[in-house]
């Protein structure tokens, strides 16, 4: 797929834990044959240099977070034709009118689900899991940049439920929502 859509180089995609972004920006990082960067890494590799399993990456040293963070940023403001993955990807990229960022949500019981299937949990332990990385992320969130609610998308150009639809028709939506943006504020090219 070629790059038809104007003044738009990148995109963010941020939801919460299992809302299924990371899945959501393979399938765009192949459509769009750009690379797809999971900045989630980044914090599981220091939650596990610190011995920590993800859930307690708040753990992990503000000075650390916020480099890694700070890292991305460059990235972001930087590089074209990437997918950033992360859940601060949108508000790292709040500024930058070249990357159309996309929210992802998802109902806690089908996020509980997805969780469940790709770590091999019960649905019970799998609903624990969320709502730890849920709290731990809106608290982390909080104290690096002083959030009042973590979740606040004002930032972005399309909230995406993704309980009920698949990927590929997801990534559809996101491309058809990208060419309505540039019709409508006149960015579209052909």
């Not at 299924?20 to 690379?35: A, E, F, I, M, Q």
């Not at 590089?79 to 960022?101: H, N, P, Q, T």
């Not at 002083?146 to 590929?168: A, C, H, Q, R, Y």
């Amino acid at each position: 797929m070629t790059n038809r859509h104007g003044s738009f180089s990148s995109f963010a995609v941020s939801g919460q834990c299992s809302s299924g972004k990371s899945t959501l920006c393979r399938v765009l990082s192949r459509k769009l044959n750009w690379p797809h960067v999971d900045i989630g890494n980044e914090f599981r590799r220091a939650a596990r240099s610190k011995g920590l399993e993800i859930e307690k990456f708040g753990s992990v040293s503000d000075k650390l977070l916020r480099e890694i963070d700070d890292k991305m940023l460059v990235r972001i403001q930087s590089e074209e034709k990437m997918i950033w993955d992360g859940r601060l990807a949108c508000y790292l990229a709040r500024s930058s009118s070249k990357v159309f960022k996309v929210y992802c949500v998802a109902d806690l019981d089908v996020r509980a689900t997805r969780c469940g299937k790709r770590d091999r949990l019960a649905f019970e332990e799998a609903r624990r899991r969320v709502l730890t990385r849920d709290n731990e992320e809106a608290n982390v969130f909080r104290r690096l940049y002083g959030f009042s609610n973590p979740f606040d998308i004002s930032w972005v150009n399309l909230k995406l439920d993704t309980s009920s639809k698949s990927s590929e028709e997801l990534a559809c939506t996101v491309v058809e929502s990208l060419d309505k943006t540039h019709i409508k504020e006149g960015k579209y090219l052909s």
